[in-house]
């Protein structure tokens, strides 16, 4: 089994920053690709950004390109995503992701953590 957890979600400030964690534990090994999704409330969970296995590739929703930047650290099994210049339609629950192939298309994702709340104040 391999378990993925969230942090760094709280309230912020429109045109502020925050970084989001999530740290996988367990057959990490099933997870080489990561990627995060957010669900707003009355919408459909949509994805934000991946991350290829070393972190050569990455890929980006429009919404978020020049914004949001997708990292992680293999050593600490974690992977990072750093939200500039937040709106308040980035207001959602943000989801870690991860899959053992590749980045594309977000129906490859089948391990989930429990999400993280992140609030945008106008």
């Known amino acids: 089994q391999v378990q993925l957890v969230e942090s760094g979600g709280r309230l912020v400030q429109a045109g502020g920053s925050l970084r989001l964690s999530c740290a996988a534990s367990?057959?990490?090994?099933?997870?080489?690709?990561r990627a995060w999704f957010r669900q707003a409330p009355g919408k459909e969970r949509e994805f934000v950004a991946a991350i290829s296995s070393r972190g050569a590739g990455t890929y980006y929703a429009s919404s978020v390109k020049g914004r949001f930047t997708i990292s992680r650290d293999n050593a600490k099994n974690t992977v990072y995503l750093q939200m500039n210049s937040l709106k308040p339609e980035d207001a959602a629950v943000y989801y870690c992701?991860?899959?053992?192939?590749?980045?594309?298309?977000?129906?490859?994702?089948?391990?989930w953590g429990q999400g993280t709340q992140v609030t945008v104040s106008p």
């Open positions: 992701a991860g899959a053992g192939g590749s980045i594309w298309p977000p129906r490859n994702y089948d391990y």
């Open positions: 367990g057959r990490t090994f099933s997870v080489y690709t």
